[in-house]
Each structure stands twice: as C-alpha cells, then as structure tokens.
C-alpha cells in the first residue's frame, strides 16, 4: 500500500510540473519556421519558447493588438526552408528574409496571406517556379525575389498585384518573356530590375505607360532582341535606364529619356547603332529619330524609274 501511495504522489508531481503549451495558434505557426531552421549560428530565436502565450516578444516579430502584422529575420544567417505555416499568419502584412541561406521551394499557402505588402526573400538559396497563386497577393507592394535561383517563366499572375511599387527579380534564371500588358497593368512601379536572368524576345513596348518609374529600369544582362521600342522613351527623364548587355540591334531612339541615357546603357549589344555609342548607323538602317524606318517617297522612285527608261531608250535608239 505504501508503494502505491508512493507511485500516485510521484506521478501527481511530475504532471503538477509538467510544461502546458499556451502558445497560441500564430506563435505555434512562427514556431513551425523555428523548427525548420537547422542552423541559427547567432542564436536569433532563442527567445522563442513554446511556453509563451503569444509570439509577440519574440525577435524579429511585431504585432499589432496581438496579432503578427511583420516577420522580419534579415541577416541572420539562417540556414533552412519555409514550411507551410503561413495559412495561421492571416494579418501578416510583412515579411523580411533577406540575406540568409534559405532554400527549397515557396510553400503555396505563403500567398494566401491577401493583405501581405511587402515580400522580401532576396539573397537566399530559393529556387523553383512562382506559383500561379502569387497573384492572390493584389495588396503587395513590394516584391524582391532578388539573388536566387528561381527558373523557368514569370507567372502571367504577377499582372494581377496591381499595387507593386518595387519589383525586383534580378540574379536568378527566369527565362521567357515577361508577361503580356507588363507595362500596362503594373502602372504603380517605381523600380523595376529584372537583370542578370535569361529573358527573351522583345522588350515589351507598354514599358514606356510606366510613367510612375523614379528610381531604375534595369533589363541588362538578359537575351533580349529586336529593336528598341521607340515609346520607351515617354519615361521619366529621372529614371536610370541600362539595357546593357543583350541581343538588342537596330538604331538607338533618340527621344525623350533616352536621350539622357549614356553609353554604359548601351553596351554590350554589338548591333546596336547611333548616339550615345560611338557606332554610327550605316546609310542603308532605318533612323533612330522616331524608332520607325523612314518611308519612301513614291514620286521619287517614279522619277528615277521615268530617267532610267530614258537612258535606256537613249542607248537603244
């Protein structure tokens, strides 16, 4: 009897003293990503305890009346991936991950979060297509997908976030063309970099409706060709330009923003001609004034046409 008694006070002790979990369904989402992390050298998360009502102390979490509208883990050197855990974060409206050594690909259930504004995962190791569902994301306003290893095309989605201002997809391997009416849906962008990928085609002629542009248009780097577009330079006179290092060919137009593009926006595309680079257009390419071949003038063909009969007749007779 007195061992029983013995065994029912010991088993009574250790639940009196056994942790109860009180985190509450967003912290248990956060510590989901916690436990995804494999290295965290600076022991970043160290404050994030399942012991917690919620996770609003936590580093790198703000909230606002209790709940989670900012993730910010920038330049911590987090080794690991993104599990699907952001269903539980419905008012999340930031998240800041850059610089890190993240990997894998975009859990789907990350662009289910409607009222997210800012995505920034640039300089991490994610890779994979862009979901069709980034365009549920119609409040985001800043995208940065920058230095990673994404491939393959830019979802014809992307259209659909209509209030981006910073669109920034440079140093990965998206192939394609960006997407039909690019210029005309996406009116808001400020800053657009899509260098250092592997885009081809033409460069899309509705970029020169983006009279928003302050800061860059950047489209070097790539396997871009044709000529180009002669309304690209209806942009602002502020805006960097670099369509550098592509397939571009034709004459250089000389109007509006272009005008105020140095050479180093130029180069590296060997069949392209006329001011600012020193390579002069032969006689015989249309000119660059307008972006638009010159037309022949039909009198004068019939002039020509009229004396060279004449020669002939000359020399028959």
């Known amino acids: 009897m007195a061992l029983f008694c013995s065994l029912v006070i010991l088993l009574m002790t250790n639940l009196f003293y056994m942790p109860v979990q009180s985190l509450n369904n967003e912290g248990i989402a956060l510590w989901s990503l916690k436990r995804s992390i494999r290295e965290d050298p600076s022991r970043f998360l160290k404050n994030w305890s399942l012991s917690d009502e919620t996770p609003c102390k936590w580093k790198g979490v703000k909230c606002k009346r209790d709940r989670v509208v900012s993730l910010s883990l920038s330049n911590k050197n987090l080794t690991g991936f993104l599990p699907s855990i952001f269903g539980n974060l419905s008012v999340l409206r930031h998240i800041f991950l850059r610089n890190n050594n993240l990997s894998g ?4 259930t990350l662009f289910d979060l409607n009222g997210l504004q800012s995505l920034v995962l640039s300089g991490n190791s994610f890779s994979g297509m862009i979901p069709e569902e980034l365009g549920k994301l119609g409040s985001l306003q800043t995208l ?5 290893s994404f491939n393959s095309s830019v979802p014809a989605s992307l259209l659909w976030c209509g209030q981006l201002k910073v669109l920034d997809l440079s140093r990965n391997g998206f192939s394609g063309s960006p997407p039909d009416e690019f ?12 260098s250092f990928n592997k885009f081809t085609g033409s460069i899309p002629s509705d970029m020169g409706n983006l009279s928003s542009l302050q800061g860059t248009l950047n ?7 044709g000529l180009i577009p002669a309304n690209l330079g209806n942009l602002p006179e502020t805006v ?3 369509f550098s290092h592509n397939n571009l060919s034709g004459p250089i137009p ?3 923003a272009l005008l105020d593009a140095g050479p180093s926006a130029f180069v590296g595309n ?11 257009c032969p006689p015989d390419i249309p000119s660059g004034r307008n972006g638009q071949a010159p037309r022949i003038n039909g009198t004068l063909i019939m002039i020509v046409v009229e004396l060279c009969f004449l020669f002939i007749n000359r020399n028959y007779n």
């Not at 210029?183 to 899509?194: E, F, M, Q, V």
């Open 105 to 108: 690909s975009l859990p789907v």
């Open 144 to 148: 940065d997908f920058s230095g990673n």
């Open 183 to 194: 210029g005309t849906r996406l009116t808001r962008l400020k800053h657009l970099n899509l």
């Open 219 to 225: 489209l070097s780097n790539n396997l871009f060709s």
């Open 240 to 242: 960097y330009i670099d």
């Open 254 to 256: 000389q109007n509006g």
């Open 270 to 280: 060997p069949l392209l001609c006329g001011a600012p680079l020193e390579s002069m």
